[in-house]
């Protein structure tokens, strides 16, 4: 049982706008721990979409964004694209577990 | 930056394995690693994290593997290694090395442990 829940999915159409809720507890977000998200393609490892919240790495597109607000965050697809169409983790760290915890993620489908 | 695992493969329950990861193109020896398994269909679950040295080089696991791996490092070869005993069926899955600060900044491609008798 994960610590931070997700949709279990969620699904748009090409050029729709979609968010993906994250909610954890006072012992990982509500802490003030950063939340980051990743996207893994079907087959492929995950990669890092969204760091501390709101920052995109070199050569995400500008269309993910993140935000967090109390004890929960949120990751938003504008423009959604049929390549965005893959499982997405959010992940933060646990006070009381004393260790990481990812969301149990959610996949976006592209209709 | 690349992270390449190996070691994988079919064990019996109640055997052991030792997966490695050889990292390049970063300071290896600065850099906190962790492991990251995913079961067959199922999500990411964090296996344990080795600091730097500089940093104490201590290591912490998840509960559900605690005991059972151990996570070491060997920075002249720029190598993470995870030591898996006493191997359950529940911990098929593909094992993963990550580059970790928080986030999970870089991740390897994966290798797969199968745990069946």
């Known amino acids: 049982q994960s610590v931070l829940t997700q949709s279990p999915s969620l699904s748009g159409a090409p050029g729709q706008r979609v968010t993906i809720s994250c909610t954890g507890s006072?012992?990982?977000?509500?802490?003030?721990?950063?939340v980051h998200w990743y996207q893994q393609l079907p087959g492929t490892a995950p990669k890092l979409l969204i760091y501390g919240n709101d920052n995109r790495p070199s050569g995400v597109p500008v269309r993910f964004s993140g935000s967090k607000s109390g004890t929960s965050a949120s990751l938003a697809i504008s423009g959604l694209q049929a390549e965005d169409e893959a499982d997405y983790y959010c992940q933060s760290y646990d006070s009381s577990l004393s260790g990481y915890v990812f969301g149990p993620g959610t996949k976006v489908t592209v209709l | 930056v690349q992270l390449v695992e190996s070691g994988g493969g079919l064990v019996k329950p109640g055997g052991s394995l030792r997966l490695s990861c050889a990292a390049s193109?970063?300071?290896?020896?600065?850099?906190?690693m962790s492991w990251v398994r995913q079961a067959p269909g199922k999500g990411l679950e964090w296996v344990g994290r080795?600091?730097?040295?500089?940093?104490?080089?201590?290591?912490d696991y998840a509960a559900p593997v605690k005991g059972r791996f151990s996570i070491s490092r060997d920075d002249s070869k720029n190598t993470l290694y995870l030591q898996i005993n006493s191997l359950k069926t529940e911990d098929t899955a593909v094992y993963y090395c990550?580059?970790?600060?928080?986030?999970?900044?870089?991740w390897g491609q994966g290798t797969l442990v199968t745990v069946s008798s």
């Open positions: 080795v600091k730097s040295k500089s940093d104490g080089g201590t290591t």
């Open positions: 990550a580059t970790v600060a928080g986030k999970f900044g870089y």
């Open positions: 006072t012992s990982n977000i509500g802490a003030g721990y950063d």
């Open positions: 193109g970063f300071s290896f020896s600065n850099t906190w």
